[in-house]
């Protein structure tokens, strides 16, 4: 897709009437803003002229940093979260001027949900994929270069703002409530980030499925092995999988009885669609699950006779050889007579890190035996050197729970859990507390003119 937007050039590398242009612009429109706040002018003009000012001092700020000659790159993937976020807050503090709560601490509480959950989001990718980072430290800070991991940014973000909620004195359940529906339309606008980027990517389809997305981009997060190869897009279906839930959230919300249903409501329908509709389709099994990051993975070769006896394995029948043992990956089956097929195995053992490099072209685990197979009878199996780490391209293990699929047990017993608690605290649904607040704004006094 389009990971980069543009490319905007280094202040100190353009022409001296071009810089002096932009710093004059950057300058008159600073004088004007501040002329309209003295003034009391808060209106999309002022708004407009800070922004410039600020864009301004932001370039040339950035450029003092930049090495000569390098340009600063505008990626898609923040330009769309920062829209998601918009958006999310935008909606949200129209539904909580409904129920008369101060709109300035209700998007400052989103903002640092979003801080929060960025920084979560990063450290547990980093957490889970710590080799990568061994090396270079400070990559762990460049996130435009993938590595987002969802929950990760999910539960600090909601333990965090529910902290932020209680020390304001804010309706702890009404604004989870509404921040629920916020944050599920933040993030289906989001998804379009991954996809620009091409992160989340997901499994490889048949060459002629006309749902099948394609990436080119060099610059794109997916793998240089599944570039121009068909993959689901998985990130249309997270988006999808979201906006469904956001028009379902709000049904929820705005006919709930008590407080808190709307939250548990986005709590269960997001894990269980997370798990069951979601990783079954994606393609980054080992970037998000490391455990089975460093396995060994071999394509077997089976051939039988003439006159051998049919055959048929399944996937998670166990494979030896070299002292290692290991499963198949998926289901095999040749009739009588004489047949030929492949199959991929992966080992139960993983290999150590200081391997790395020497599984490519090298029979490192030449597996000699099924033993599923009674009859061995003109049967031949063989590792043909094509053993190597085990890749996205590959199928996932049988029966293997990924992280965020543990992960999403979790958060439904969460959901479950906010529910039963806002059953028992029994706060008015949204519909009857905004019914309340404007009674209750009716009878205060009129202000002195």
């Known amino acids: ?39 009391g002018r808060r209106d999309w003009v002022a708004a407009n002229l800070n922004t410039v000012a600020v864009l301004v001092v932001l370039h040339l700020a950035l450029s003092h940093f930049m090495e000569p000659g390098r340009e600063i790159t505008i990626y898609s993937f923040g330009v769309i979260i920062i829209l998601g976020f918009l958006a999310g807050a935008r ?23 979003l801080v929060v959950g960025i920084i979560g989001a990063r450290l547990l990718y980093a957490f889970l994929n710590y080799e990568q980072f061994a090396d270079n430290k400070m990559e762990v800070l460049r996130i435009w270069n993938g590595g987002l991991v969802w929950y990760g940014g999910m539960i600090p973000a909601i333990l965090v703002g529910i902290f932020l909620l209680l020390r304001h004195k804010l309706p702890v359940l009404h604004v989870l409530d509404v921040g629920a529906a916020a944050v599920i339309l933040a993030l289906g606008i989001g998804r379009w980030a991954c996809l620009m980027a091409g992160d989340d990517y997901g499994r490889v389809v048949d060459e002629n499925a006309w749902y099948g997305i394609r990436f080119y981009n060099d610059r794109a997060l997916v793998p240089a092995s599944l570039r121009g190869m068909p993959l ?24 709930a009885k008590f407080a808190g249903q709307a939250f548990a409501a986005m709590l269960v329908m997001y894990a269980v669609s997370r798990a069951l509709w979601i990783e079954p389709f994606r ?8 455990a089975y990051g460093r396995h060994v993975a071999a394509e077997l070769s089976l051939s039988k006779g003439e006159n051998s006896p049919a055959l048929s394995l399944k996937a998670g029948d166990e494979v030896t050889g070299n002292d290692r043992t290991g499963r198949l990956l998926a289901d095999v089956t040749l009739p009588a007579g004489e047949g030929h097929t ?41 590792a043909p050197g094509s053993s190597r780490w085990y890749g996205s391209d590959l199928p996932v293990p049988p ?34 507390a905004v019914v309340a607040h404007a009674k209750e704004k009716d009878r205060e006094p009129a202000e002195p003119a």
């Open 1 to 39: 897709m389009f990971p980069v937007l543009f490319d905007i050039p280094n202040a100190w590398e353009m022409a001296g009437s071009a810089l002096t242009i932009e710093i004059v612009i950057g300058l008159v429109a600073f004088l004007a803003w501040l002329a309209l706040h003295l003034k």
């Open 91 to 113: 909606f949200m503090m129209g539904q909580t001027d409904q129920l008369g709560l101060d709109r300035k601490k209700v998007f400052d509480w989103a903002f640092w949900m």
């Open 232 to 255: 689901h897009p998985t990130q249309l279906y997270m988006s999808i999988n979201c906006l469904w839930m956001f028009w379902m959230i709000e049904w929820v919300r705005r006919r």
């Open 283 to 290: 393609g980054d099994f080992v970037e998000r699950n490391p």
């Open 342 to 382: 492949s199959v991929w195995a992966i080992s139960d053992e993983r290999a150590k890190p200081e391997a790395q490099g020497r599984f490519v072209g090298a029979p490192q685990w030449p597996i000699d035996k099924i033993a599923s197979l009674k009859d061995t009878t003109g049967v031949t199996v063989s």
């Open 399 to 432: 029966n293997y729970v990924s992280t965020s699929q543990w992960i999403s047990i979790f958060v439904v017993l969460a959901g479950i859990g906010v529910f039963l608690l806002g059953r028992g605290v029994k706060e008015h649904g949204f519909a009857e």
